[in-house]
């Protein structure tokens, strides 16, 4: 089969290599019809992670099943499912507590003692490979793959956001402990900052606030329904006080991660995180889904090298704030968003830019790492004719 497969820093290529294979009697075999490119998938392109030459890159992928182990129950050939970013047993303490994305049994704890979770085609989630191929093997089938209603195939760029950036988008919402009627400030304007956005909208927020610097990313959130807050429009704090009556956002949400900039693109990893305690008032709660990682040797800064970096905890201590981390567990959503999406209350597909054949997967990295104008979210499609 073909697959995007990463060969070092800013270099992929579109190869042929092994067909996956049934392994154990719980797996299923996906033909890939759609599948994403993420930022985080950026990060490895970038080279900033230690994910492996050869690695099958994709973590956000849907399809048509077309093989089923014995012991598959409830999964059959010709479904149409799309599947967590995250890999679950369904079994392990954590899956059955609802985090299916730091699940016992699929982790590799030998990337780093305590780790847990594992997922598609991903720097230091497991051997798994991804799905920006033609076809992906997926374990313990009945867990993991969502089946989707009689519309999949005409909704189908909108169900395969609930492989990760739907799902992470609302949590997000979920970790800042949103109700209906308060104030949300949203630090990042890509793909699962405007998740957040939507996800805030349908959860009943007075206000959103979206902030970035990209105009037209901006001009997104807005017609999702929020309000844009330019970087370059004065201070971020400031404009949001004087927005919510002098007080601050009554929660906000970190959907940049390390790798965040200023207005001039120097990367400043601690940005973000002390803008929103500034921002957020007192007692209000951030949650925080943007990607930090345990080490960073690539970057300038010698704190951040060591996954550390500068935070205002005297603010945050003193303003009472709380804070809320770590990646989505998808399965904890997943099928509500999609009956969302099945009922014209979600339509997660507004954010898409670009829907290319997966030869054109290089150069749409390409494009995305830069941030070229008109490039917010691809999606591929393998097996396209």
């Known amino acids: ?79 149409k499912v799309v599947l967590p970013f995250n890999i679950g047993c369904g079994f392990c303490a954590n899956c059955e507590r609802g985090l299916s994305g730091y699940c016992l049994t699929c982790a590799d ?25 033609q076809f992906v093997r997926v374990p313990y089938a009945d867990y993991n793959c969502l089946q989707l209603p009689p519309d999949a195939d005409e909704k189908e760029t909108d169900y395969v956001m609930l492989s990760d950036i739907f799902p992470t988008g609302w949590h997000a919402t979920r970790l800042a402990n ?13 793909p699962v900052g405007l998740m957040a956005a939507m996800s805030a909208r349908i959860q009943g927020a007075a206000q959103i606030f979206v902030v970035d610097d990209i105009e ?15 970087t370059k429009k004065g201070n971020i704090g400031d404009q949001i006080r004087e927005a919510t009556g002098g007080w601050g956002a009554d929660c906000g949400a970190e959907c940049v991660g390390y790798q965040c900039t200023n207005g001039r693109g120097k990367e400043i990893p601690n940005l973000t995180m002390n803008a929103l305690v500034d921002a957020v008032k007192a007692t209000g709660q951030i949650g925080v889904i943007g990607v930090f990682i345990p080490q960073d040797p690539k970057s300038e800064d010698e704190l951040a090298k060591k996954g550390q970096i500068a935070f205002d905890f005297g603010k945050f201590w003193f303003k009472g704030q709380k804070m809320g981390t770590g990646q989505c567990n998808v399965k904890a959503y997943n099928r509500r968003l999609r009956d969302l999406i099945h009922q014209d209350k979600a339509n997660p597909s507004l954010i898409i830019s670009h829907e290319l054949s997966l030869e054109e997967a290089p150069d749409a990295y390409m494009h995305f790492d830069n941030r070229d104008k008109g490039w917010t979210k691809v999606v591929l499609h393998p097996n396209a004719a």
């Open 1 to 79: 089969m073909k697959a995007l497969v990463y060969h070092g820093p800013k270099k992929v290529s579109v190869d042929n290599v092994a067909d996956p294979k049934i392994e154990k009697h719980t797996d299923v075999l996906l033909k890939l019809t759609t599948t994403n490119i993420c930022g985080s998938d950026l990060h490895m392109y970038e080279g900033r992670t230690n994910v492996e030459k050869g690695k099958i890159l994709g973590h956000e992928n849907l399809g048509e099943v077309v093989e089923v182990g014995d012991a598959v129950d409830t999964v059959k050939v010709g479904d």
């Open 109 to 133: 704890s030998s990337v780093m003692p305590g780790m847990a979770g594992a997922a598609y085609g991903f720097a230091g989630m497991g051997p798994y490979s991804g799905g920006q191929a």
């Open 178 to 190: 949103l109700e209906p009627g308060q104030s949300i400030v949203i630090y990042g304007s890509g």
């Open 216 to 230: 037209e990313r901006l001009a997104l959130a807005d017609k999702i329904g929020a309000t844009p807050i330019h």
